[in-house]
């Protein structure tokens, strides 16, 4: 697993799974298109705060500006600021999100879709 500031793929990712226990995390994934091709995992630990749309097409993730951070705190309040939390910008096609939480980290496999991400495992979803 690689930690990163940004990541852009032409690749369409979906919100793979969310979780509040274990430091709330959530894992984006672009599974294989082929049998021959990789799946791509993005993950974010220490979830404060997110809007997130179900799937992003061409997918690119950045941190948030100035200007986006006091959108995001008139929000959620300060708070996951002062601990040093960070803002991902989440953009893809014509949808934007974002998640505030911890560094922005991604895994690359040839593993198949319903094969562990590589991350720390999240309790499944019921």
Not at 76 to 93: A, K, N, S, T
Request: aromatic fraction near 8%; charge should be negative; charged fraction near 25%.
């Amino acid at each position: 697993m690689i930690t990163t500031d940004s990541f852009s793929s032409d690749r369409t990712f979906t919100v793979w799974q969310y979780t509040i226990a274990h430091h709330s995390r959530v894992l984006l994934r672009s599974p294989r298109r082929t049998d021959r091709d990789s799946r791509i995992d993005l993950h974010v630990g220490g979830v404060s705060a997110m809007f997130l749309r179900p799937s992003y097409e061409r997918i690119t993730i950045r941190e948030g500006t100035e200007d986006e951070r006091r959108r995001v705190i008139s929000l959620v309040g300060p708070d996951p600021f002062e601990r040093g939390q960070i803002l991902h910008m989440i953009e893809g096609g014509h949808t934007a999100g974002f998640v505030l939480g911890g560094p922005l980290q991604y895994h690359e496999s040839h593993a198949s879709d319903d094969e562990p991400s590589g991350f720390p495992p999240m309790p499944p979803t019921a």
